[in-house]
T-cell receptor, first 114, second 113 residues
Framework: ETGVTQTPRHLVMGMTNKKSLKCEQH?????MYWYKQSAKKPLELMFV???????ENNSVPSRFSPECPNSSHLFLHLHTLQPEDSALYLC?????????????FGDGTRLSIL | AQSVTQPDIHITVSEGASLELRCNYS??????LFWYVQSPGQGLQLLLK??????LVQGIKGFEAEFKRSQSSFNLRKPSVHWSDAAEYFC???????????FGAGTTVTVRA
């Protein structure tokens, strides 16, 4: 699946660093999502964007800051993270923001906080 | 809000044997149902989906799933597994009143030779 590309694939950072995760979709979709995946837990929806407008912030701490400059690109800016933020961060896209629109996922960024 | 339960955390199956993964959901109306597969180091790939109509749906890679309203279940099956089917499988539920999907915690499938 190369429709949704995430970079970097792996990221190790200290708690005081600032870094960004990038997601790009080549599917012509209008909706994009950030999920957090922790071991043996259901995927946690973090943010949803529809036509570049944020439609969901699922009580995510402010140390995570999303940015969606256009329908094809989505960023997650990270600042002053905590060890419990170590996880796989998945980006997804769908044609529209509706639960009957299948979501297409990227391969994720494995984030480790030292 | 809907919820999803995958009762089996880990299943081991022999290559060539059949596989069934369980998924139970909690939702009042007819839900939108999905199965995704995640191979190591990769994202989630859609295997199949059910919205309405025939309750037995076919997906990619030889998988099928059956929607049983009376049991609130959407179990995934494959008649004969291949070593490449070793992965983690996620059931997800959506509804017409909300765009969010609820995912189960996943079932890890190990295939032994």
């Amino acid at each position: 699946e190369t429709g949704v590309t995430q970079t970097p694939r792996h990221l190790v950072m200290g708690m005081t660093n600032k870094k960004s995760l990038k997601c790009e979709q080549h599917l012509g979709h209008n909706a994009m999502y950030w999920y957090k995946q922790s071991a043996k837990k259901p995927l946690e929806l973090m943010f949803v964007y529809n036509f570049k407008e944020q439609t969901e912030n699922n009580s995510v701490p402010s140390r995570f800051s999303p940015e969606c400059p256009n329908s094809s690109h989505l960023f997650l800016h990270l600042h002053t993270l905590q060890p419990e933020d170590s996880a796989l961060y998945l980006c997804a896209s769908s044609q529209g923001v509706s639960s009957n629109q299948p979501q297409h996922f990227g391969d994720g960024t494995r984030l480790s906080i030292l | 809000a809907q919820s999803v339960t995958q009762p089996d955390i880990h299943i081991t199956v022999s290559e060539g044997a059949s596989l069934e993964l369980r998924c139970n959901y909690s939702y009042g109306a007819t839900p939108y149902l999905f199965w995704y597969v995640q191979s190591p180091g990769q994202g989630l790939q859609l295997l199949l989906k059910y919205f309405s109509g025939d309750t037995l749906v076919q997906g990619i890679k030889g998988f099928e799933a059956e929607f049983k309203r009376s049991q609130s279940s959407f179990n995934l099956r494959k008649p004969s597994v291949h070593w490449s089917d070793a992965a983690e499988y996620f059931c997800a539920v959506g509804d017409s009143n909300d765009y969010k999907l609820s995912f189960g915690a996943g079932t890890t499938v190990t295939v032994r030779a």
